[in-house]
């Protein structure tokens, strides 16, 4: 099946900082998820994003299906930006089949 | 909005027990999901669903079956729970963008 890793598999940052993280991809996809799991578990849409560069707020993705690569963006962190980032995508032309990366977790500081 | 709700949130199971984790979702999905999440991991799909009357096995349904008899509900039921199946239960639908319920937290003692 497919495989997807994300890096850094760890994050810390201090409030305000910027940082990128990244998700490669091991085959084909019809469709690329970011997703940001809270402390308390809650998994949230953030992107929806199989290609092409997406925005909202201080957040922003880009999807290079073709080198198989999707990149998360942080702006001007917050405390509140604490949390797991998984990437998660499907091959199929139909259906939304999840596999999930390993996620990476992000510590930002006050 | 509703969304995907799952319940119970938390449950504490002996070995040998069985339970059935409920997912209903008001977005007139086809298309609903099981996932389990071991600590520390991403998610892993048990079982998903295409439509009513129709389902499939994902890459870890050993130990579980569903059934999918609206389009509105997917319940997961545990039969003979063993250790290795605590976990947390995300249940989703959506066929494009999947969309997640809270979770359910699972405790096998």
């Known amino acids: 099946g497919i495989q997807v890793e994300q890096s850094p598999p760890d994050l810390i940052l201090q409030e305000g900082a910027n940082s990128t993280l990244r998700c490669n991809f091991s085959?084909?996809?019809?469709?690329l998820q970011w997703f940001h799991q809270n402390p308390w578990g809650q998994l949230i849409n953030l992107f929806y994003?199989?290609?092409g560069t997406k925005q909202n707020g201080r957040l922003s993705a880009t999807t290079v299906a073709t080198e198989r690569y999707s990149l998360l963006y942080i702006s001007s962190s917050q405390t509140t930006d604490s949390g797991v980032y998984f990437c998660?995508?499907?091959?199929?032309?139909?259906?939304?089949?999840?596999?999930f990366g390993g996620g990476t977790r992000v510590l930002v500081k006050p | 909005n509703a969304g995907v709700t799952q319940t119970p949130k938390f449950r504490i199971l002996k070995i040998g027990q069985s339970m059935t984790l409920q997912c209903t979702q008001d977005?007139?999905?086809?298309?609903m999901y099981w996932y389990r999440q071991d600590p520390g991991m991403g998610l892993k799909l048990i079982y998903y669903s295409v439509g009513a009357g129709i389902t499939d096995k994902g890459e870890v349904p050993n130990g579980y079956n569903v059934s999918r008899s609206t389009t509105e509900d997917f319940p997961l039921r545990l039969e003979l729970a063993a250790p290795s199946q605590t976990s947390v239960y995300f249940c989703?639908?959506?066929?494009?963008?999947?969309?997640f319920g809270q979770g359910t937290r699972l405790t096998v003692v």
């Open positions: 085959d084909s996809v019809n469709n």
């Open positions: 989703a639908s959506g066929q494009s963008e999947a969309f």
């Open positions: 977005m007139n999905h086809n298309y």
């Open positions: 994003i199989p290609s």
């Open positions: 998660a995508v499907s091959p199929g032309a139909a259906g939304n089949k999840l596999t």
